[in-house]
Structure formats: C-alpha cells, structure tokens
C-alpha cells in the first residue's frame, strides 16, 4: 500500500501547479474555448505539459517515455484483439513501388539523407494486429476492412497506444481494423513509414496462403490514421494511386497533418486551444519558425531557404529537401483525380485546422469524393477524449463513412464542408475561413512575407 502511495504522489506532487494554475484560468478567466468542461481544460493543459518536454530531451528518451505497455492498455472487451507479422516480402514490394515513384520525383538517397533501402529495421516482420468486434452484429459486414496507421508525429506512438481508435472503429464501423507498427522517426524516416502502410495494404490484397487470412477487396477497405497517423493515410493512397495499384473504398483523416512545411497560421494561432508543442515538433527547436525566421531575415529574397547550408533540419520525419514530396506533405499535391472518396475530420481549436480547411477547399473541384467536418471548439485529435459529445459524433460519422464506401447505406454527396457545433448541428463552412491561403501553401512557414512577421 504504501508504495502505491508513493507512485501516486511521484504521478501527482508535479502536477500540483498546473492543476492550480489551470484551476485558476478556468474559472476566474474562461477556459481556452466557450464549450470546453473544466475536464477538458485540465485534460489538454495535462498532454500540453507532457508534450512540451518532447522538444526539451533527446528524442529517444522522449520514445521511451511515451511507450505504453500492453496491459495499461487493454483492449475493449467488446473487441477481440490478435497479433500478426507481415513478412518482409510485402515490404520489398512496397518498397519497389516507392522507389519508382520517388525517382520519377527526383527524390535520390541524398535528398533523402539516408540509404533508406539498406534499413535493417526493415529486415523483421512488421507486427501488426487485427481488431474485431467479438459479436457481430447487424452492423458487421464480413470482408469490410479499416487499415489503421497511428499518429504520433512520426516519432511516437505505437498499436497499443491507440487501441482507443481501433476498438472504437472496429465496434461502430461493423469492421476488422489492422493496426500497423510501422517505422518511426529518427532511426527510419521518410519512406519508411509510406513503405510500411503501402506493404499492409499490399498483404490486405493479397495475403500468404498459409496465413489463413482472406484476401480483402481493395474496395472493402479503408485507410485511416489520426494525426500524422492521417497524414500517412492520405500520402500512402496518393502512392497507391501513382503506383498503379487498386485503390481503397476510402480513406479517413482525424485531424490529419497534411503540412510538414508549417505553412498555415493556425499552427501558431491556435497554441492556447491545443497540446501539440508550440510550432510543433521542431527537432529539439532547432527547427522552429522563430529560429527559421530570424535565418531569413539574413539572406537575399532569391537564396533557397529552404536547402540553404545554415537551414536547420525542420521535422524528424523528413530532409528539409523532401518536405514539399507530396508524399511527405499531401497537401501540396497538385491533382487529387483518381483518388478514392477522403473525409477529413478536425477541430476548430487545434493547430493543424487550417491545414485540413485549405486541403478541401484547394481540392473542391476535384472530381473525387471529399468530405470536411470542422467541429468547432475541438483539440487536436479529439475523438480520442470519450467523455466529449463531439468525440462520439466524430467517430460515429467516421464509421458511417466506412460503411458507406464498403457498399453500405445510401449513396454519398460529391462534396461537402461543414462546420459540426459541440450540440452535433451542421452547418455551412465559411467561403472564407482562411484568406490568403494560396500564397502560402508549399512554402516554409508559408512564405517570407509571413516568417518576416515572426521575428
């Protein structure tokens, strides 16, 4: 007992300020949005303060300390949980696809900044494991399959981690859902995570004979992923599509990171309403838009910034010289035809809404299906908060998606971009909800003109 007691004050006594200082602002000042609960003020100034230490120790330090065992993470009894390893032969054909489309990019080792086909963390198996609902109801539809790839920046995070969204979209979707390990940051960056997801899909498609498994129709399955989790959803079925292979039913993005160039302004806007560290994941704060602005200020309107010498690497996940592949940043992709239907899901308060916004509205003559809901007063990556109303919402009209694009249910509209109020009523999303976005996309915090303003 009394060791219990000492955890638990080790867990607490630390905390003891923030929970008085945020306490505080609640109640005498207002919480950072009008609908947020005192839970929900504590729960993101809580993540905001663990989040912050990832940029003040070395990364690998911050991976161990966000690592979550199995059993602190149980899975929803509901569900029923399995491991499974995706042989290395999946990988060296995903990797084949990948190759072919970065060189037709341009995109070489050197750009690269590593031998990305010599890893040999991609030498074992990828684990992975299927979720499934233990009883299968009137829901469930056999074949109907969710890819699911995590978020966690590309540094963090892993299938225990969010066994949340798996459990979740498993039991509401009427679905198996394959949650994949996939490579992270530093040791493996970009591809190996695009590689990764593209080797899940290729053994979806086409398993081992001996696996047992059953091969799944690519039009029954959908990619989703949350956070850069997200992300990685909409660069792996850009690949697909470049590669030639059979597209998803779908694919779903909670509050996707479409941007790793930190073009739009809600990346420093919205701090007070998130926990994401402030600029992001900024290598240690070598690469924040601060220290990236004050580099600017020095040199010529016509030097490269970007891949200038003295340009410090900006993310983990990729060379400053890849940021702009579409397959690092989606939402610099030129043309969206022939991508399957995408719904976005994000919140008005978190740091990458404006991302999710441009992404639909720069897309909104695209031929393909593309859906946005923007739910206001939201953090980043909200459905995970189970005791939010708009969590339940949002995870319920991603299973609705799902089940939608596997055949079920009627048919869906072209496009449409709403706002989702916290009492779940839709409604139109502004024309103009971010001015001036067309200057910034596909340039280092969105230009000179902008960084000018940070200094």
Known sequence: MAEKLTGFLKLVVPKVPLIASTTFNHYARGPPKPSW??????????LRSFVSQLNDVPIRESQVLSKIPSEQAPVDPRAIASEVFISKAYRDKAAGHIDRLLTLQGFDAVKLGWDWKNDPMADEPLLAEWTEPR?????????????????????????????????????????????????????????????????????????????????????????????????LTFA??????????????????????????????SLLTNTNSDYLPSEGFTQGGEGSLRRVAKLASTLHPDEDLLNHPDMPEVQYYANNAVLHCPYVSPLVEKSLE???????????????????IVFARKNANA??????????????????????PSARHALEEAADFVRRVTGEGPAMANKSFVRVGVDGVRRPLEEDAIV?????????GGGRQILASLR
């Open 37 to 46: 609960s005192y839970r929900l003020s504590l729960t993101v100034a809580v």
């Open 135 to 231: 009883i299968k109801d009137n829901k469930y539809k056999e074949g109907r399959t969710v890819l699911y790839l995590h978020g966690g920046g590309y540094i963090l995070g892993s299938i225990t981690t969010h066994r949340w969204a798996t459990s979740s979209v498993a039991l509401l979707a009427g679905a198996k859902v394959l949650s994949v390990e996939y490579r992270l940051a530093p040791d493996s960056p970009f591809p190996a995570a695009v590689v990764d997801a593209v080797a899940a899909y290729l053994f979806l498609l086409n398993p081992p004979a001996d696996s047992g498994a059953t091969p799944v129709n690519a039009r029954d399955i959908v990619i989703m992923g949350d956070s850069a989790g997200g992300g």
């Open 236 to 265: 792996t079925m850009l690949a697909i599509r470049d590669a030639d292979l059979p597209m998803p039913g779908g694919i779903v993005g909670l509050s996707p990171w479409l941007d790793l160039l930190h073009s739009m302004p």
């Open 338 to 356: 022939g991508a399957c239907p995408m719904l976005v899901i994000a919140g008005d308060g978190e740091m990458l809404r404006d991302e999710a």
């Open 367 to 388: 031929s393909p299906i593309l859906h946005l809901s923007m739910y206001d007063d939201m953090p980043h990556v909200f459905p995970m908060f189970d005791f939010l």
């Open 436 to 444: 001036g976005w067309e200057e910034r996309v596909g340039k280092l």
